[in-house]
């Protein structure tokens, strides 16, 4: 059939002829090609000390935000852990006593708020999910642990550092 | 006989042993460095600065392992194997002359450890016993696998031996002696034998790739057929054995290419540079030494490179080339040279 694509090309099988068996051309070729990657910079880059640059939408490790005034943003509504097709996102509310309105953004909050790094696929459907934009996937590389319950983060890992007071 | 003699030997034997050891524990780290730069990547560079102890750690490995011997194997030979392997590979070290004499308070010391007259067939021989080390491991590991990859370890280097043997023939029409000794002697400066024998020195050193199980001629090691190969059963540090004297006999086979062909610890302008005034007989020698291991270094090199180019032959291949491209090459050299000879002298 003829070809649409204009693509097909017909290789016949010649027999090979002297240098061709001699193999010393073809060998001495691919040594020179050899020798041409042994001068370029490698590609390897030395991942905990230096890491690459990433794109802007880039999802990495989650952090629970704060707002303005350095309060909690997160009014532990489940819809992150609700939208999660991995069921990654566990989460225990309480609420906010009189005393703590400069912790906590809403009358609600997460008392607990756990993600699994293991079970988690950085789909970034949490940070879509939530109405309080309380969650962004915009930290580095989970780091590797030996045991599987170093990978449960708690609000300890996630929450993001305190406004520093000037 | 007398005591500064045994002395001499002795501290000469030590030495040689711990060289090649040495050399050896350090290819495997230059082999996995120079794959990676092949291949634009950094290689091993965790283990100290540049990954420099990489093989002190891959030789702890080694021993951590646990040791298996398989129900079925036959045990005496199991165990042996691994050891006349790593015997056969390090006493090839004993005829190559490292370097010019050295005059140590007045006393001459050669740096070989003994000057046989028959330093080519000892050579030969103490490769042809190679083999065993693979056959006996292959077959006492009661593997079809091993069985096999050690039968095409036998067959392929009793192929290659022959060319070897023919292209030793052609150098020695030229050379009239056996002794490495006096072989290296006659290359004075830089009157190499590489220069009068060009194609034998492709046969050797082709033949050497495949007595070496090296690659493109490494099926006794075909991953992809025989599983691991004739040490498919071993672990621990018998199988480091195996491992470790197949670099062993890279660096004693790169030490008899540059001895027979590239001059041995000569070099050029080697008269000159022992006639300046600051260099002693002594230290004129050991430059000697310090250009022949460059040059064992440079085979070394080469080695790897190929290895990380060409791709394995097929046994088909193996066969044909061996059988009907090197040996008749390899007596059409016989010939030439004899012809050529024969009309110098006439």
Not at chain 1, 109 to 125: D, P, V
Not at chain 1, 127 to 132: I, L, M, N, R, S
Request: hydrophobic content about 45%; overall charge neutral; aromatic content about 12%.
């Amino acid at each position: 059939m003829e070809s649409l694509s204009n693509k097909k090309k017909v290789l016949e099988q010649k027999p090979l002829n002297l240098a061709e068996r001699m193999y010393l051309p073809a060998i001495l070729k691919g040594l020179g090609t050899t020798m041409g990657h042994f001068f370029k910079k490698s590609s390897t880059i030395k991942y905990p000390e230096v890491e690459r640059e990433f794109s802007i939408n880039w999802r990495g490790m989650h952090s629970l935000k704060r707002d303005e005034e350095g309060r909690e943003r997160c009014t532990a509504c489940g819809l992150c852990a609700l939208s999660c097709p991995a069921e990654a996102i566990t989460m225990i509310a309480a609420e906010r006593k009189p005393e703590e309105k400069d912790l906590y953004r809403e009358e609600k909050y997460a008392a607990t708020y756990e993600i699994n790094m293991l079970r988690c696929i950085f789909c970034g459907l949490c940070e879509e999910a939530c109405p309080k934009e309380a969650i962004y996937l915009d930290g580095p590389i989970v780091p590797s642990d030996y045991l599987r319950k170093d990978f449960i983060y708690g609000k300890d890992k996630l929450v993001e550092a305190p406004l520093e007071v000037k | 006989m007398d005591i500064n003699f045994v002395i001499e030997k002795f501290a000469l034997v030590t030495a040689l042993f711990a060289i090649s050891l040495v050399i050896a524990m350090y290819s495997t780290y230059a082999e996995r460095k120079v794959a990676a730069f092949l291949q634009d990547r950094l290689g091993p560079d965790r283990a100290g600065p540049f990954g420099i102890l990489q093989p002190l750690a891959d030789g702890v490995k080694m021993f951590m392992k646990e040791e298996i011997i398989p129900g079925n194997a036959s045990k005496w030979l199991f165990m042996v194997g691994p050891g006349l392997a790593m015997l056969c590979a390090c006493i090839g070290t004993a005829v190559i002359p490292w370097g010019q004499d050295l005059n140590i308070g007045g006393r001459v010391v050669p740096l070989q450890v003994t000057d046989i007259n028959v330093g080519v067939l000892y050579i030969f021989g103490v490769v042809s016993l190679g083999v065993y080390g693979v056959m006996i491991g292959g077959w006492a590991s009661n593997n079809k696998y091993s069985l096999l990859s050690a039968i095409r370890a036998a067959s392929q280097n009793i192929s290659y031996e022959i060319a070897m043997g023919l292209s030793i023939i052609a150098l020695l029409l030229v050379t009239n002696s056996l002794s490495l000794k006096e072989i290296v002697e006659q290359q004075h400066g830089f009157g190499w034998n590489v220069w009068v024998q060009p194609l034998g020195f492709l046969i050797f050193m082709v033949c050497s790739f495949a007595e070496t199980n090296r690659a493109p001629f490494d099926l006794p090691e075909c991953e992809t057929e025989l599983i691991g190969g004739y040490h498919t059963e071993y672990s621990s540090m018998k199988l480091g054995f195996y491992l470790f004297a197949e670099y062993i006999n890279m660096f004693v086979s790169s030490a008899v290419m540059a001895t027979l062909y590239f001059g041995g610890y000569n070099y050029p302008f080697m008269d000159t540079v022992a006639g300046l005034s600051w260099v002693t007989p002594n230290l004129a020698a050991i430059f000697g030494t310090l250009a022949f291991f460059l040059k064992i270094f440079a085979f070394i090199f080469f080695f790897m490179w190929v290895r990380w180019t060409i791709p394995r032959f097929r046994y088909d291949q193996l066969m044909n080339l061996g059988w009907k491209v090197l040996i008749p090459l390899a007596i059409a050299n016989i010939v030439i040279t004899g012809i050529v000879i024969a009309v110098i002298k006439f």
